[in-house]
């Protein structure tokens, strides 16, 4: 862990980032990004792609691993960094960089200014740390899935943090003003004093303590509570006044365990008054306290909101709720990582089908006639054949039998003889309008609408389906300009098999 150096930030161009917003969206379905699937996201040439790469690696804004299965790119702390600051100053909401004044388990803070020289605040979310890694059993941010990657549960807290204090802020909560937000990074306000844990001396303890109690209990009346209020995330201004801070973990006063963390909270508050400032009270709020005047946990979907309870509220008109249509769209849209692989595939067959069945259906005459011809091509090389090997001698006057199906030299068994005839039988039936026969007025029939056997629409998509799935295996097995992960374990194994030779016997 160290200072976040933004220095670099001003040399890098609009390719390298591009080809770090390519590693992101990679990184939606890929834990290690390959070179040429970076390539084809940023719509970029692969050679210049490769010199990025390594480019940006040098820098640690990407990190080159060797898996077992496959190699690949992955996308570091500092370089979702640069891709968030990049929009915030695009947008004119931070416009440089200062120190940083703050770590936590979950977070770092640094000060920054926007375009008018203020000082605002800069939290990053940084999910993952050693100290912090159980947010599964901790946070919700998991819900259907099964893994994620810590940068995305960054992104989800700092999303979440971002709403809950606006929707503090604007009912008047002691909160910091928040400003912007992008990915895992929330700016907000810049509160002028420090932690409540590094304050040893207050004018009055006993108003300090009902103030937090107070907010505990405000907190529980619109419907959310903080489950982490403790002397580490309440600033204390010069002027002695309390500000909350820190949301991410916030849940409903409707979740199973909301009385605990409601009482864990007032307990937080009541240790620390004794320990540090010898204040003891028997006055504090319980859980049965609590009598709700607003929404906030329905309108920033906290955690422990239920469907019923949802549609009870809406039955009643006491907040809006979004449509059932809109948050079934929003859950299958949530499932569909779980099942993208399996789309993909059929989709990909259904294409081909129909690829095949539309090149089928606009089959022209001229193809069908062309097909007829050789089926005619077949029979006479087959029949000329059979009566050779029935004749079982070398020279055998065949003239009338030739001339009755091709019109052309007699048959003669010398074989450049045989092909050159031949060859010209099948020129001589392709040149011909296929409309007319010579003397024996024979006609071909020329259908538009023959319809063609599902049995050759099955091979031809089957074909076309194993030739697209070699491809495309062959693309995600290749890395180039590296030593790709298959010939490396090829190798091993081959190194193995040495080695153990002596052990076996074998010379």
Not at 196 to 209: A, D, R
Not at 446 to 464: H, Q, R
Request: with cysteine.
């Amino acid at each position: 862990m160290g200072k976040l150096n933004v220095t670099i930030l001003r040399y890098l161009t609009g390719e390298d980032f591009r080809v770090l917003t390519a590693i992101e969206m990679g990184m939606k379905n890929h834990e290690l990004v390959p070179a040429s699937l970076a390539a084809q996201i940023a719509n970029l040439r692969y050679g210049g792609v490769q010199k990025l790469l390594k480019e940006l690696c040098r820098h640690r804004l990407l990190s080159y691993e060797r898996g077992k299965n496959y190699d690949g790119y992955r996308l570091t702390n500092t370089g979702y960094d640069y891709l968030a600051l990049k929009v915030l100053a695009r947008r004119g909401t931070v416009t440089s960089f200062g120190n940083q004044i703050g770590v936590g388990k979950e977070s770092n803070i640094y000060i920054v200014a926007n375009d008018e020289g203020e000082s605002i605040c800069l939290k990053l979310h940084r999910l993952g740390r050693t100290c912090f890694r159980n947010i599964k059993s901790k946070r919700d941010y998991h819900q259907h899935r099964k893994s994620a990657s810590w940068l995305y549960l960054s992104r989800i807290a700092a999303t979440r943090e971002y709403a809950y204090m606006k929707a503090l802020y604007d009912r008047g909560f002691p909160v910091p003003k928040p400003i912007d937000f992008n990915r895992h990074c929330v700016v907000m306000e810049l509160v002028e004093g420090g932690p409540l844990c590094g304050v040893y001396k207050v004018g009055n303890v006993g108003l300090l303590y009902d103030e937090l109690m107070n907010l505990i209990v405000k907190l529980g009346n619109h419907g959310v509570i903080h489950s982490d209020f403790n002397e580490f995330n309440i600033m204390i201004t010069n002027s002695g006044k309390p500000i909350l801070i820190d949301f991410p973990q916030m849940i409903s006063t409707e979740h199973v365990e909301a009385a605990a963390y409601f009482e864990r909270d007032v307990k937080c508050v009541r240790d620390f008054f004794k320990r540090r400032f010898g204040y003891e009270s028997e006055l504090y709020p319980t859980f049965h306290d609590i009598s709700r005047e607003d929404y906030i946990d329905v309108e920033t979907k906290a955690s422990g909101i239920t469907k019923q309870i949802k549609d009870f509220l809406k039955e009643m008109d006491m907040v809006e709720v979004e449509d059932e249509e809109t948050e079934d769209e929003c859950s299958e849209n949530a499932n569909e990582e779980d099942r993208s692989t399996d789309e993909n595939e059929i989709n990909v067959q259904l294409q081909v089908e129909n690829s095949v069945r539309s090149e089928f259906m606009c089959t022209s005459k001229e193809t069908l006639v062309n097909a007829k011809v050789n089926e005619k091509k077949d029979s006479i090389v087959s029949s000329l054949e059979d009566y050779v090997i029935e004749e079982g001698v070398k020279n055998i006057d065949i003239s009338k039998s030739v001339e009755s199906v091709t019109r052309t030299k007699p048959y003669d068994l010398n074989e450049k003889q045989n092909e050159e005839m031949t060859n010209s039988v099948f020129d001589d039936m392709e040149t011909s309008d296929v409309e007319k026969s010579s003397d024996s007025g024979s006609m071909y029939s020329s259908m538009t609408n023959a319809t063609i056997s599902p049995e050759l629409i099955k091979k031809k998509v089957k074909l076309a389906l194993q030739k697209r799935g070699k491809k495309e295996e062959s693309k995600r097995i290749l890395v180039k300009g590296e030593a790709n992960a298959v010939t490396r374990t090829r190798r091993e194994n081959k190194d193995t098999i040495k080695q153990s030779t002596g052990i076996w016997g074998w010379e």
